[in-house]
T-cell receptor, first 115, second 111 residues
């Protein structure tokens, strides 16, 4: 099966600019996650979708971050405006609905560098 | 304070040797514990998932153990290979929608 696709792989922007990331989950996976992974740390959940509804966005900095999952498939994560501390890898993952004991499948992430 | 602590932070071993990585957690109530392997520049890949009733699970040369009483898990790698060089991340779920990630152990296997 095709894996989780993310684009772009790399992005370099200046602070205060805007950026958007795209994720295409595995076909049939109802649950989609966005994570932020700072160098040397484990991933931190930003937002979780179940189909096109938000399940958890408690750690999403809503003053600058937004995400949507139209039609319950692809998702985009946006940062506007970016800050230096946003430099990180942004990982998208998906899993089957009712995923107790189901693994999350991760994409290879987008590495964001803020100048 | 992170509820999932991994040790060591980094580890260097020679090819062919065995090693054990540790994960201690305080997450409660416990639902399941997962080990992921993350190669440099790639997303994490699931190795094992264990629920409360399971105390060991293998995936090839990787064997995970779980002691739910002491809230400890270990990942044992047998006959290490150069391709095992990666970060290994422990993830503990309090319920199906609440996962806590450890910071990972960076393993380097040298020839």
């Amino acid at each position: 099966e095709a894996g989780v696709a993310q684009s772009p792989r790399y992005k370099i922007i200046e602070k205060r600019q805007s950026v958007a990331f795209w994720c295409n989950p595995i076909s049939g996976h109802a649950t989609l996650y966005w994570y932020q992974q700072i160098l040397g740390q484990g991933p931190k959940l930003l937002i979780q979708f179940q189909n096109n509804g938000v399940v958890d966005d408690s750690q999403l900095p809503k003053d600058r971050f937004s995400a949507e999952r139209l039609k319950g498939v692809d998702s985009t994560l946006k940062i506007q405006p970016a800050k230096l501390e946003d430099s990180a890898v942004y990982l998208c993952a998906s899993s089957l609905e009712g995923r107790e004991s189901q693994p999350q499948h991760f994409g290879d992430g987008t590495r964001l560098s803020i100048l | 304070k992170n509820q999932v602590e991994q040790s060591p932070q980094s580890l260097i071993i020679l090819e062919g040797k065995n090693c054990t990585l540790q994960c201690n957690y305080t997450v409660s109530p416990f639902s399941n514990l997962r080990w992921y392997k993350q190669d440099t520049g790639r997303g994490p890949v699931s190795l094992t998932i264990m629920t409360f009733s399971e105390n060991t699970k293998s995936n090839g040369r990787y064997t995970a153990t779980l002691d739910a009483d002491t809230k400890q898990s270990s990942l044992h790698i047998t006959a290490s290979q150069l391709s095992d060089s990666a970060s290994y991340i422990c993830v503990v779920s309090a319920n199906s929608d609440d996962m806590r990630f450890g910071a990972g152990t960076r393993l380097t296997v040298k020839p």
